[in-house]
């Protein structure tokens, strides 16, 4: 079923409703939040990840294997891999998980951020 022109035009941003003027395509810096995880993981959010035992998307389903100093987050908690683990829960494993604080519930920009004083309002 197609969709109404007027839908496909705004989608494809040449409705009359949306105007535009002086815009640049430049490299944007890295936003900082104030205290929102661990410095490492601000560094690069890519970082962390969901505990899974299994990769379920991959051919077989082969248990995922954590390299030391992996960051996941499993039942709401933060943790940092201490030695290379596979199918070791981390809230079942401290041997192999160090628990660290919770990520604080607040992302604000921090005063540091080229992007201070910036946001929704």
Do not use: C
């Given at each position: 079923?197609?969709?109404?022109?007027?839908?496909?035009?705004?989608?494809?941003?040449?409705?009359?409703?949306?105007?535009?003027?002086?815009?640049?395509?430049?490299?944007?810096?890295?936003?900082?939040?104030?205290?929102?995880?661990?410095?490492?993981?601000?560094?690069?959010?890519?970082?962390?990840?969901?505990?899974?035992?299994?990769?379920?998307?991959?051919?077989?389903?082969?248990?995922?294997?954590?390299?030391?100093?992996?960051?996941?987050?499993?039942?709401?908690?933060?943790?940092?891999?201490?030695?290379?683990?596979?199918?070791?829960?981390?809230?079942?494993?401290?041997?192999?998980?160090?628990?660290?604080?919770?990520?604080?519930?607040d992302v604000r920009l921090s005063s540091r951020s080229?992007?201070?004083g910036l946001g929704l309002r």
């Amino acid at each position: 079923m197609m969709r109404p022109a007027k839908f496909r035009q705004f989608l494809r941003w040449t409705s009359p409703m949306v105007t535009e003027s002086n815009n640049r395509n430049e490299p944007v810096s890295a936003v900082e939040f104030e205290g929102f995880m661990p410095d490492e993981i601000e560094a690069s959010y890519r970082l962390l990840e969901w505990w899974t035992e299994r990769a379920t998307l991959s051919p077989g389903s082969p248990s995922v294997r954590y390299a030391a100093g992996a960051f996941v987050m499993h039942g709401g908690q933060l943790y940092r891999a201490t030695g290379e683990n596979e199918s070791s829960p981390p809230d079942q494993h401290p041997e192999l998980w160090q628990r660290l604080p919770v990520p604080a519930d607040d992302v604000r920009l921090s005063s540091r951020s080229s992007h201070a004083g910036l946001g929704l309002r």
